[in-house]
């Protein structure tokens, strides 16, 4: 035992006591309560073990209710990859005035912060049967478009609704990554011989393939965890996943606690796959980054 | 050829960003039958409820903020300079917030702190307020993290610490008054972007049933026509405000540095 | 025979004209440097050549075809750039094989290719490394190997050992210039450090304000500058004040008889200069009183500066173990060659 090694020993406790607080805060108010609905999903009322929670998802309504959660997160996840990508190409690289970009940015960190209620009310006077377009549309161009089957309270209403946060998320989060695509690797690519497509194809996408996977897992997850602007939009007349949760938390409906714990593990479930999935593309993609 | 794709592109975002808002405001302007008014926003700044659940929600954004700070900046701070191993597991922590979704973290809460447990918060209001403060502190968590994190990066705080060390500064001193003002703006870039989390938050602030300024916008949406466009307007702008202030900080202190 | 030739070339963005009718004919498996300050045009002449930029006016011709109108990816021209233009996505072995790809070569001659130009550039057994893992030399050198594996007509070199070590860019220079010899390839290399361009090129354009001032090369650059800008650029100068007499030239009072290569003024006020290792110590063809201010120590030479009439001046001589530097502030004798004088226009 070397003496030296005495008094290093509380400077080492010391060390990790400056993380206590982060990791006690994290565990009571992060981990234990996902804990606690992870083993409540496997609990039965007088405490056993049990599979009846989860049994208890597979009736179709609630199936069809994940359905429509995941495809809804999957749509605008997508559609807010693809149109922010362009829009932020289009400023990046697209040959657009540069003060474009200032704006531009600003704005879609508000955007993308402006969610929940208030957004939904912004949809509702815009695209709702009183809204502006709707009226303009139906004035001046003689087009009734809840006669077209447009319904804001859908599918594809609640997905353009999503679209407003989720593509200056994508914008906010890719234009960096854009900007770090070097000119020279374009202009090599091109001196080679590549057109354009083929650059894009073997450089530039695979270069920006992990930044553009995490953010799709990201829109996914903002998506699928949507309640205030579905609620605010649809009261409860779609049964996304999370509006359900929501009611059986409240006391409305279903009575069932363990069901409860079970659609809240569901959730978990399914954006732990989503994230699961991102974190192995993306170290199969980035072997060739440090 | 190029632009004229990069124009259309741009043109239809503007267009899908600007039309709500148009929308949105015109709708606001339509409460007196046959001419626009300000009718909607008199009726809702005289709703004592708007003010109640505004100055609870500005108050618990304030709260947040400060707890926030306090939290995140010696935490931050420490696994740089002390615990560096530790970094991919606290930044991981610090994500997971935009994994696990806001409901289910809050109905864990509830499960988690009912009147029987170890610690009953949601017995009281007092209790409940204090709970979604944190809730609210672990919803804003990855980017309070993120921005303090990257301000740190920028400066040297191991040279910092160990200078202002030898001149005998103890750790809530070089904290305060030496890492603090250093990344001032990025916690202020935090700060503001926490205050519009949590200004409009609807989904804890409903499920843990506190007098919010988020719940109050549904309650009204539900049971009005023209005030939620009002809202949604007043909402926007609170939004626009925190990010302008965002800019004007972080020019201001770029301003600053170069001025130096 | 020209086998590149920039005929004419003009290139203005907005109201600022970067090129103003720039010729260049360039022989073929000729090494030619474009030496100049950082805007002096030089990069835009490149790029023009490359294709990236198309010219306001003038045109660029490679063995006999206009290629001014064509996109740089139907140009086979091969370049190199400042730095790390290697994609980090592709191991090496996948960059050097990326234009013939894009080309359709087969893939068993890529291969081959591929270990060639390896081989070629001494990194035989690096083919599976990812750009990130090698050291900047040798993400240039498969930069190299990456431009020369789909055999162009040209080649182009930006400024390639700008962002590398000291040591590791000389040690480069003399290895691009063996393997250019050893292709017979005809080059373009962009540079703005004077050293390289004078040990590398075959001729040097020394370009100031968007023209060229000087082709020539590298011992008539330096030695027979045209004009003020090439002689004070290219090299150290020492500067004198001269009067014209009619006959020859009094510097500082001292009458120097000019040789008939060196034009005499016709009367007035000139600028002669002269290298610091024109000048030596002692006597000579013409002799000058100086004073000795200070001696620097570079290893094999030895810098003395010293004041003559008034103006400081830099000497070199070789380093001499027998011979120690003289003490500061001593008088001393400095002398040159009227041949060696350079009388500046302009």
Avoid at chain 1, 137 to 149: E, I, P, Q
Avoid at chain 1, 179 to 187: A, I, M, P, Y
Avoid at chain 3, 82 to 104: D, I, R, W
Wanted: charged share 15%; glycine share 10%.
């Amino acid at each position: 035992m070397q003496p030296t090694k005495a008094p290093r020993r509380p400077a080492h406790l010391w060390n990790w006591l400056g993380v206590v607080p982060f990791f006690l805060f994290a565990a009571l108010f992060l981990i234990l309560p996902t804990m606690q609905i992870v083993l409540g999903a496997f609990r039965s009322p007088d405490g056993g073990l049990t599979l009846a929670n989860l049994r208890g998802l597979f009736t179709p309504n609630i199936m069809a209710s994940y359905m429509i959660s995941i495809k809804i997160s999957l749509a605008s996840a997508i559609m807010g990859c693809v149109i922010g990508f362009c829009i932020a190409a289009a400023v990046t690289l697209g040959g657009l005035p540069r003060w474009i970009r200032g704006p531009l940015l600003t704005f879609s960190g508000v955007a993308s912060n402006f969610a929940g209620v208030p957004l939904a009310f912004a949809f509702l006077a815009t695209l709702g049967r009183l809204g502006l377009v709707t009226i303009v549309l139906r004035d001046w161009f003689g087009v009734n478009l809840y006669a077209t089957g447009f319904n804001i309270l859908s599918f594809w209403g609640l997905t353009l609704v999503y679209l407003f946060f989720q593509i200056p998320l994508m914008i906010l989060i890719i234009t960096p990554a854009l900007d770090g695509l070097k000119r020279e690797w374009k202009e090599a690519a091109l001196i080679l011989g590549a057109t354009g497509p083929q650059y894009w194809r073997m450089i530039a996408l695979p270069i920006l393939f992990p930044a553009l996977l995490g953010t799709f897992a990201l829109l996914f997850a903002n998506a699928f965890g949507a309640v205030a602007t579905a609620i605010a939009l649809t009261g409860s007349s779609l049964s996304i996943v999370p509006i359900l949760l929501f009611a059986q938390i409240r006391g409305d409906v279903l009575g069932d606690p363990g069901l409860g714990y079970a659609l809240a593990f569901g959730m978990i479930v399914v954006t732990g796959v989503a994230n699961a999935v991102y974190v192995w593309l993306r170290a199969r993609s980035e072997r060739w980054m440090k | 050829m190029n632009r004229v794709w990069s124009w259309l592109a741009l043109g239809v975002g503007l267009l899908y960003f600007f039309l709500p808002l148009l929308g949105t405001l015109e709708f606001s302007l339509r409460k007196r039958k046959g001419e626009y008014s300000l009718d909607a926003y008199t009726a809702v700044f005289a709703d004592p409820a708007f003010r109640a659940t505004l100055g609870y929600s500005v108050g618990m954004a304030l709260l947040t903020i400060v707890f926030g700070v306090l939290l995140v900046v010696p935490t931050a701070y420490w696994v740089r300079l002390k615990l560096p191993r530790l970094r991919p597991w606290v930044e991981f922590i610090t994500l997971l917030p935009l994994v696990i979704p806001a409901i289910v973290i809050v109905f864990g809460y509830i499960r988690l702190y009912n009147t029987s447990s170890f610690l009953p918060l949601t017995g009281s209001a007092s209790g409940t307020n204090l709970l979604l403060m944190f809730g609210y502190a672990t919803l804003a968590l990855p980017y309070m993290y993120r921005a303090v994190d990257t301000g740190l990066r920028t400066i040297d705080i191991g040279t910092l610490t160990e200078a202002a060390q030898s001149l005998g500064a103890g750790w809530v001193t070089i904290l305060g008054r030496i890492i603090l003002p250093n990344v001032l703006v990025a916690v202020l870039s935090g700060a503001f972007l926490t205050f519009a989390i949590v200004i409009g938050e609807f989904t804890l602030a409903a499920l843990l049933n506190r007098p919010a300024f988020g719940p109050y916008m549904q309650l009204l949406g539900a049971n009005k026509a023209y005030e939620p466009a009002a809202l949604a307007v007043i909402a926007f702008a609170i939004t626009w405000a925190c990010m302008g202030l965002i800019q004007l900080v972080t020019r201001f202190s770029n301003h600053t540095r170069v001025n130096a | 025979m020209t086998f590149l030739s920039i005929s004419h070339l003009e290139k203005s963005f907005g109201a600022n004209r970067v090129v103003k009718d720039f010729n260049l004919p360039i022989e073929k498996g000729e090494f030619v440097s474009l030496l100049g300050p950082s805007g002096c045009g030089k990069t835009t002449v490149l790029r023009i050549v490359a294709g990236f930029e198309s010219p306001s006016s003038g045109s660029v011709t490679i063995d006999g075809q206009d290629v001014t109108g064509l996109r740089p990816n139907d140009r086979n021209i091969g370049m190199v750039f400042q730095a790390y233009a290697l994609f980090p996505n592709l191991t090496v072995a996948q960059n050097v094989a990326f234009g013939l790809k894009v080309k359709g070569v087969a893939k068993a001659e890529a291969e081959a290719r591929v270990a060639e130009m390896l081989r070629l550039i001494g990194l035989p057994d690096l083919g599976g490394r990812y750009p990130y893992q090698l050291s900047g030399g040798q993400q240039q050198r498969v930069a190299l190997a990456r431009a020369l594996a789909v055999r162009p007509r040209v080649l182009l070199l930006d400024e390639p050992l700008s962002a590398l070590d000291a040591k590791i860019r000389v040690s480069l220079r003399s290895e691009i210039r063996e393997i250019q010899r050893e292709l017979g390839i005809t080059t373009v290399f962009v540079t703005h450090d004077q050293e390289e361009a004078l040990s590398m090129s075959d001729r040097v354009v020394v370009m100031n304000g968007g023209i060229a001032e000087q082709v020539g090369t590298p011992f008539e650059v330096y030695n027979r500058p045209t004009t003020r800008f090439v002689a004070t650029f290219v090299g150290t100068l020492n500067l004198f004040e001269a009067e014209a007499d009619g006959q020859g030239l009094r510097i500082a009072g001292v009458p120097v008889r000019l040789p008939e290569a060196v034009e005499a003024a016709r009367g007035g006020r000139l600028s002669v200069a002269l290298r610091p290792e024109s000048l030596h110590l002692g006597g000579g063809e013409v002799t000058l009183p100086a004073t000795v201010e200070a001696v620097e120590f570079l290893g094999s030479i030895l810098r003395l500066r010293l004041r003559v009439a008034g103006v400081l001046v830099a000497l070199d001589t070789f380093n001499r173990a027998d011979a120690p530097p003289p003490a500061l502030g001593r008088a001393v004798e400095v002398g040159f060659s009227a041949r060696d004088l350079v009388v500046l226009n302009g």
